[in-house]
């Protein structure tokens, strides 16, 4: 789960990282606020969405720059006017962009020298990594490509810690030296504490800042955490109704559902990630276009089955539903009883195709051509899919 | 022969008395598991449906029915602790079921694995079975059959459907294995062909694989090196965008490694066979077998 900008400062800001003091805006009065309360200029104001490459970005409006450098409080109410309310377009979001509800209002202290900081998990090596760059305010995956050299990497013991002398160690490979020496040791090591006290998965400072008169400053932040362990940070989980922005997603968050929204027409319900995958990957293979990603889980109920219909139901971009269960414990007659249960209910305008594989599938599909519902069923797993596919076609 | 498990496997299962414990734990029973211990701490001295004494720890149940194999449904908030209270009682597998493990917490179970003698199956897995002998897990029995194809996979239900697609065609499994869907999980793919090649029981190997991580390359790059078994592949996600967690939390591209793609380049660069529709697993499988017969 990733967080906005202004989030992730608020939580780093508990951790003693340097920020240059601001605040965040719903209108562009508040942002003017901020910045009249703010010592001195000039500001910085940024979009507040969860993509990247926003100084470059475009709105829709044809407003140029998600992120944007005032001079007076009075710019600042002005360029946030512009872009609150709008649609911000980056290489990051796709051209449909996302929109903009809120802005962060900050001091933009003047930049010396821009590196890069991260702490993230090595999975190969099944540890924490922490990783400097002299060189910041950059995409960082174009310098691992082209000077691979540049990024500086030191890997922890779980079992050992993160010690000062590593936090040294990097800071001298990142060229902090001297008087920056010992701020930039402390700035790695708080932000390795915040890591692992608050389970992030990544922690991102893009770029990490010298400024004026010799300090250190945290520019900007990327930030996400472990969805397994927000149980145990109840503070971070409450951000995550703010940060969903798709609606179907939102929808299937309170339903307990495991959702991704996509862009094609055939919304698949499956139980089991690994198979949902292969589904939506089928559905590609005989040139159809999965709506979502739906894990109703290897042991779905008939509640999670009806909630998981409403959300595809409720999704106007799709065109079919495919379902697609391997009865395992759950038996495929309970599953079948289930879906007659849902659609009488909910009577859904598309078509359905299913396919049930596994436990008494065979009185499970009995069920559902008994039902009197508009129901089309497949036994394997490559009809299911082409008929499934000729459906959304149907109605197009 | 089989791998992990046979039918000499005595079990016991942590969290015994739980919804899912007590279910998964029938349900093994009944496919003739010997499961000889449970551990519910505070319930220590009553018995599991009149038939299976129940411990306060690990270390009290293994003194007493010299259990060897460890079954967890222990929730997400305990799990971590209960793979350690097994392993610091010299139980040899553990194959942990439960989903949503904190990372950092699984991080450090690893890093204290290290150096013992106790191998970990999962987290978030569907567990370990050798057809016809021992069920360690939560997939459905029956839909095995003994036999002599080797099954590792990252995922449960899609392993279910290619044991379907290979038993309704005649081939058995020696064992089938799911190694989990978290990205910090014990037994890799690497190390699960490894027991398979060593295992006469076992004929050719199925590897099931998905997004994230870099775990398939490994495995075909030790494959390259050691194995000597006729072995297929399929990958799943060839369609899931990149940075989002597709279910699993170990399925998420975050790099160019992580991608369906790239895995494939990976097999097929060393000459593993790779498996492109789902629907086709079974025959799939079938013609990489007669293939190494004729």
């Not at chain 1, 240059?20 to 562009?28: D, I």
């Not at chain 2, 309704?168 to 499994?173: A, D, H, L, S, W």
Request: proline share 6%.
């Amino acid at each position: 789960m990733n967080v906005f900008e202004y989030q992730a400062r608020s939580l780093l800001g508990r951790y003693g990282l340097p920020i240059p003091p601001g605040g965040v805006a719903t209108s562009p009065e508040e942002a003017r606020q901020i910045a009249e309360r703010l010592t001195r200029g000039p500001f910085v104001v940024k979009s507040q969405i969860l993509a990247g490459g926003r100084g470059k970005g475009r709105f829709l409006s044809g407003f140029s720059g998600g992120v944007r450098l005032c001079e007076h409080p009075a710019e600042v109410e002005e360029v946030a006017r512009a872009m609150l309310g709008g649609v911000l377009v980056t290489a990051q979001t796709g051209p449909e962009g996302r929109p903009v509800n809120k802005v962060l209002v900050a001091e933009a202290p003047r930049i010396q020298r821009e590196l890069y900081l991260a702490i993230l998990l090595d999975r190969g090596r099944r540890c924490p990594v922490v990783i400097g760059s002299a060189q910041g305010g950059v995409d960082i995956e174009e310098v691992a490509r082209e000077e691979p050299g540049a990024l500086h990497r030191i890997w922890v013991d779980p079992q050992v810690g993160f010690w000062p002398y590593q936090a040294r160690e990097l800071a001298v490979r990142i060229g902090l030296r001297g008087p920056l020496l010992n701020p930039a040791a402390d700035v790695i090591a708080r932000l390795y504490r915040f890591f692992c006290e608050c389970d992030a998965s990544l922690a991102e400072v893009n770029p990490l800042a010298v400024i004026e008169n010799e300090k250190i400053a945290v520019i900007d932040a990327k930030i996400g955490f472990d969805e397994n362990a927000l149980f145990r940070h109840p503070e971070i989980a409450a951000y995550r109704n703010e940060v969903v922005e798709d609606v179907r997603e939102a929808e299937a968050l309170k339903a307990g559902l495991n959702y991704v929204g996509l862009s094609g027409e055939i919304g698949c319900m499956v139980n089991g990630a690994g198979l949902a995958m292969a589904t939506m990957d089928i559905l590609h293979r005989y040139g159809g276009e999965p709506a979502n990603f739906l894990d109703v889980g290897g042991g779905a109920d008939q509640n999670q089955v009806t909630k998981a219909f409403g959300i595809l139901m409720a999704d106007p971009r799709v065109r079919a539903i495919f379902v697609h269960i391997f009865g395992g414990i759950m038996r495929c007659d309970v599953i079948a009883r289930g879906i007659v249960e849902a659609v009488s209910h909910a009577k859904p305008k598309v078509p359905i195709v299913v396919r049930l594989q596994g436990t008494n599938f065979e009185e499970g599909k009995a069920i559902l051509r008994q039902s009197d519902l508009l129901i089309r069923t497949a036994d394997d797993l490559a009809d299911a899919a082409q008929k499934a596919v000729a459906a959304a076609r149907e109605t197009r | 022969m089989s791998i992990l498990v046979d039918g000499a496997t005595r079990v016991v299962v942590q969290g015994i008395t739980g919804k899912a414990g007590s279910f998964h734990a029938r349900a093994c029973l009944d496919y003739g598991t010997s499961i000889v211990a449970g551990v519910t701490p505070g319930r220590g001295g009553q018995k599991f449906d009149d038939r299976v004494p129940i411990f306060d720890s690990v270390a009290e149940a293994k003194v007493a029915s010299a259990c060897n194999a460890s079954l967890i449904f222990v929730p997400a908030a305990g799990a971590a602790d209960a793979i350690l209270e097994a392993a610091a009682a010299g139980i040899e597998l553990i194959v942990c079921i439960t989903e949503g493990i904190p990372i950092l917490d699984m991080v450090r179970v690893r890093r204290c694995l290290e150096g013992t003698n106790t191998r970990l199956i999962g987290p978030n897995c569907p567990g370990v079975i050798t057809p016809g002998q021992c069920k360690i897990g939560i997939m459905p029995g029956y839909i095995h059959k003994p036999g002599r194809v080797g099954i590792v996979s990252r995922s449960g239900t899609l392993t279910y459907e290619a044991v379907w697609q290979l038993s309704q065609r005649g081939i058995g499994q020696s064992s089938c294995v799911g190694i989990g869907g978290d990205p910090v999980h014990g037994l890799g793919l690497p190390e699960v062909i490894d027991l398979f090649d060593r295992d006469p029981a076992t004929e050719a190997i199925l590897v099931i694989g998905e997004i994230g991580g870099c775990e398939e390359q490994e495995a075909a790059a030790f494959w390259k090196t050691s194995s000597r078994k006729p072995t297929v592949a399929f990958l799943a996600g060839v369609t899931a965008p990149p940075g989002r967690r597709m279910g699993h939390a170990g399925a998420v591209i975050t790099g160019a490694a992580g991608t369906v793609e790239a895995k494939i380049e990976a097999f097929e660069a060393v000459g593993i066979p790779v498996i492109l529709s789902p629907a086709d697993i079974g025959a799939g499988m079938s013609k990489a077998m007669t293939a190494t017969v004729s």
